[in-house]
């Protein structure tokens, strides 16, 4: 059922008139209006359907309009849809519990918060409490959020427009072999550098100084970055050493995008503090977090947290993560996300990259994968240059169109195609969407030299 043609218009005309939308130069957007959607697919209010391989924001992990989330939802709007965090509540305290038992090591307590970056403003602000200390140690190639101290944490150009920004945030090179800082042959060698530069890093800045590092365990926007084996393991150590906090943003690879509950469960590290949100209950309502280990926790038994939020651990947000967990234990979706990227989306994009000179690697696990498009494979040249917009910008800009005319909704990052759609989307559903890439990717062919 689409929506009549005057409605239609009030949608956009409103829109345009009133909505400041994010990140947007907002005279030269035009947003589609989305009307419906159901599972891994959404529809415009033409009622045109487009496959989904952003998860909107890579938040969507069970999938559009999930019945248990939508009765959860309900059940507990109709019982209670407001209590402030003061109080004790069943949703919230059944939530923390749960996301606790799934939680690694000894973190076993969430602050909630209403997503990513003030889950990542309060680990920040966590750590610099326990530590009695001030700086933070951020990576060049992330995002972490745009609030004060988590666009200040921010490595990537989204930074720029807020700095100076918060004192005593010094940035550091991570790993990415495919265009290493480092001059690595190889992913161990990225591996091992990377980290040795970290090191110097500290040392540098005076490791008593440091209260916190902080990372995502799989780099999100900067580029589906998976770390080389031994990487966080030795970030571990590097914080076992100097008494450092490892605060891991798990905010985009928690919650079975990975094919884990949090994407340190790959390489079996427990960091002190994890933030959270998006996938916790795929974006339904506002919600996201913190899980804290033991003696953080403990470092505010006696002593009031400085923080806190009027919406923190809202009942409707909590209910919807409640529900949201028990449809990852009932309908198997850890493994079913695993085997999808192993047995389907890796191979599927790799021999998109065999028929594709533009395809330049191809990189990622779980549901969380990348493309990476470049005009010579040899010299690496990336299609469009590093944060290009307007007429630098145009071949992405063609590819997403033809992915769009294809009835793709693709997610496009610079000279990148991540392919993330819902952790819960079907082998058929997944070729259907690499038919629609192969298409599109001989638009950008024509640029490759
Ligand atoms: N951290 C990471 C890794 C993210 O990808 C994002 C959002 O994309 C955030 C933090 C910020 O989350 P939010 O937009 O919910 O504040």
């Known amino acids: 059922m689409t929506i009549t043609a005057p409605e239609r218009t009030r949608v956009r005309t409103d829109d345009r008139a009133h909505v400041f939308h994010s990140w947007s130069a907002q005279a030269q957007i035009d ?37 248990r989330l939508v009765a959860a939802i309900t059940e507990q709007a109709a019982k209670l849809c407001t209590v402030a965090p003061g109080f004790a509540n069943d949703a919230r305290s059944e939530a923390a519990r749960l996301i606790a038992e799934v939680a690694p090591g000894d973190l076993d307590k969430v602050f909630f918060t209403n997503g990513g970056a003030e889950a990542n403003e309060n680990a920040l602000r966590m750590a610099r409490v326990h530590t009695g ?21 921010t490595g990537d150009p989204r930074r720029w427009a807020s700095e100076p920004g918060v004192s005593g945030v010094v ?17 161990h060698e990225e591996g091992a550098r990377a980290l040795a530069h970290l090191r110097d890093t500290l040392v540098v800045e005076g490791p008593h100084t440091v209260a916190a590092i902080i990372l995502e365990t799989v780099v999100g926007t900067n580029g589906v970055l998976v770390p080389p084996p ?19 943003d798990e905010v985009m690879s928690g919650f079975g995008r990975c094919g884990e509950w949090f994407a340190v469960d790959h390489w079996d590290v427990v960091p002190d ?37 009027t919406y923190s651990g809202h009942p409707l947000a909590c209910a919807s993560a409640v529900a949201s967990i028990g449809v990852f234990r009932d309908e198997g979706i850890l493994e079913h996300a695993r085997a ?4 389907v989306i890796g191979p599927e994009l790799r021999a998109l990259a065999r028929r594709h000179p533009s395809v330049g690697e191809v990189r990622g696990l779980g549901v969380m994968w990348a493309l990476e498009l470049v005009r010579d494979r040899k010299t690496r040249e990336p299609l469009v ?42 082998p058929e559903e997944v070729r259907e969407g690499v038919a629609v890439l192969d298409a599109a990717l001989d638009v950008v062919d024509r640029y490759y030299t």
């Open 31 to 67: 947003p589609m209006p989305i009307e419906r959607a159901e599972g891994s697919y959404f529809w415009d209010d033409e009622g045109r359907r487009y496959l989904d391989f952003s998860s909107q924001l890579v938040n969507v992990n069970i999938g559009y309009q999930h019945p």
């Open 133 to 153: 200390r001030h700086k933070v140690l951020a990576a060049y190639r992330s995002y972490h959020g745009a609030t004060a101290g988590a666009i200040a944490v």
């Open 171 to 187: 940035r550091y090179w991570g790993p990415y072999a495919y265009r290493s800082a480092f001059h690595a042959a190889d992913e």
């Open 230 to 248: 031994g990487y966080l393991a030795g970030v571990r150590a590097l914080c076992d050493e100097f008494g450092i906090v490892m605060i891991v």
């Open 273 to 309: 503090l994890i933030t959270f949100a998006k996938g916790v209950n795929s974006g339904y309502v506002p919600l996201g977090g913190v899980v804290i280990s033991r003696a953080i926790a403990a470092t505010f038994d006696d002593r009031p947290y400085p923080g806190g939020l």
């Open 340 to 343: 999808l990227g192993r047995d």
């Open 385 to 426: 240059p590093f944060n290009a917009t307007g007429a630098a910008a145009a071949p992405m800009a063609e590819f997403a169109a033809a992915c769009k005319q294809g009835g793709l909704w693709p997610f496009t990052h610079f000279n990148r195609t991540h392919v993330v759609p819902p952790c819960t989307t079907t």
